[in-house]
């Protein structure tokens, strides 16, 4: 690894803000502040911080206390995915963590509503996250308090999984709604993003962008960053 010294159609020219969120599930946890300190340097922009349980999804990882750790560590914004189920029991854990995103499965919260209210309340944006297979439809009844769409491209548990392309016209989709109900959100994906299929991403609509092992992965942090989001801005200024 070497570490060199952010109401929208997909067709308007001043979305060029591009976000990117390495997901910390793929650094080297041995470590971790170095890692941190290492991505923050190389240009990330947030930091994603995939929370699994076990249940909803079948895989375990990391929970409040590593969150407030990582706090200490960096001044990015701190952008917790909780796949988990029952999520509206750990908001304010995540929140009082350092959180400055906190987003929810559409698939796992039994009131919405309630619970994107409970985030917003805390000062939090509020997010909500659709599987590959879910409709994006549940969106057009909560634009007043969501800040962000997360598209997952993968089946949500484990990284390193294949792009599924099938999840491109959902983000042209919520970019419609956008523009009806005259909201602002930012839309995330999430799985399997790398060069190949960042440009398809930027240009339907998408401008955050989680990202693992293609970061992480690599062995110049800067130089995978770099080259992604200069393929998605040039996406951006042909479309």
């Not at 990015?76 to 906190?102: K, N, Q, T, V, Y």
Request: charged share 20%; with cysteine; aromatic share 6%.
């Amino acid at each position: 690894m070497t570490v060199a010294t952010s109401s929208l159609s997909p067709a308007n020219e001043n979305q060029s803000k591009i976000i990117f969120a390495p997901s910390v599930l793929a650094c080297d946890f041995t470590h971790l502040a170095d890692e941190i300190a290492a991505i923050e340097a190389a240009g990330a922009d947030w930091l994603h911080l995939d929370v699994m349980d076990g249940h909803f999804v079948p895989n375990l990882t990391f929970g409040p206390l590593l969150v407030q750790a990582l706090r200490k560590c960096t001044k990015l914004p701190l952008d917790a995915h909780l796949m988990i189920s029952e999520p509206e029991r750990w908001i304010d854990a995540f929140a009082d963590a350092g959180c400055d995103h906190i987003t929810i499965h559409a698939e796992a919260a039994a009131h919405l509503h309630r619970t994107l209210s409970a985030i917003r309340e805390r000062g939090v944006q509020a997010g909500i996250s659709i599987n590959p297979a879910t409709p994006p439809d549940c969106i057009a009844y909560i634009t007043d308090l969501i800040d962000q769409v997360l598209v997952m491209s993968v089946d949500p548990g484990f990284g390193g999984q294949r792009f599924i392309e099938s999840v491109i016209p959902k983000i042209v989709y919520i970019r419609e709604l956008e523009q009806k109900y005259n909201c602002h959100l930012h839309i995330a994906v999430d799985g399997g993003i790398d060069s190949s299929n960042i440009g398809k991403l930027a240009a339907a609509g998408a401008d955050v962008f989680v990202a693992g092992s293609a970061i992480f992965g690599s062995k110049d942090y800067r130089a995978a960053i770099e080259s992604m989001r200069s393929v998605a801005l040039a996406a951006l200024s042909v479309v």
